[in-house]
């Protein structure tokens, strides 16, 4: 693994989180330009929503979210958003969570990586190319196909193993 820098989920100090959001919203539209998706209104709030902290956000805590602003939001509208922001490539899914995470790293479709706190609930996106590279040797020698990979390590982040 190359990344030397802490994690900024983990409390990277100096981490400006509201430089973090403009930031990704930012990529948002640059990528939905690129591609030449819309990124609706909707859209982009729920990707600034599933980005206002680094943890895994669920739906209805958008969609609890989203109503307390605009009224009455119907549950598909948010999951039609999740859909996009998730096929852009914008968001990931934590699976053992059902939850929602920003996507930060700067690479088309890369197989997600997260370290995931289980004592503040943060949950980090890891780059690894040994990991990548693991899994593709093994498959190939067993044969195996993979058409879907998610990595999810739970532990405890430096803050909280620190306490």
């Not at 939850?99 to 997600?112: E, S």
């Not at 943060?122 to 020698?141: H, Y």
Request: with cysteine.
């Amino acid at each position: 693994m190359t990344q030397t820098a802490p994690n900024i989920a983990f409390g990277h100090r100096g981490h400006d989180h509201e430089a973090c959001i403009a930031d990704a919203l930012n990529r948002a539209e640059a990528v939905c330009a690129e591609r030449g998706l819309r990124l609706t209104a909707i859209r982009r709030r729920v990707l600034e929503l599933i980005w206002v902290n680094h943890q895994p956000t669920k739906a209805y805590d958008v969609l609890a979210q989203i109503n307390t602003e605009r009224g009455n939001a119907a549950p598909p509208t948010v999951y039609r958003a999740l859909d996009f922001l998730l096929d852009a490539g914008l968001i990931h899914k934590i699976e053992s969570q059902n939850a929602f995470i920003g996507c930060g790293i700067d690479h088309d479709r890369h197989p997600p990586k997260f370290f995931i706190c289980r004592e503040c609930g943060r949950a980090a996106e890891i780059q690894s190319t040994d990991i990548d590279d693991a899994i593709a040797n093994e498959a190939k020698r067993s044969g195996f196909i993979v058409d879907h990979q998610t990595i999810e390590v739970d532990g405890l982040c430096a803050n909280c193993a620190g306490r």
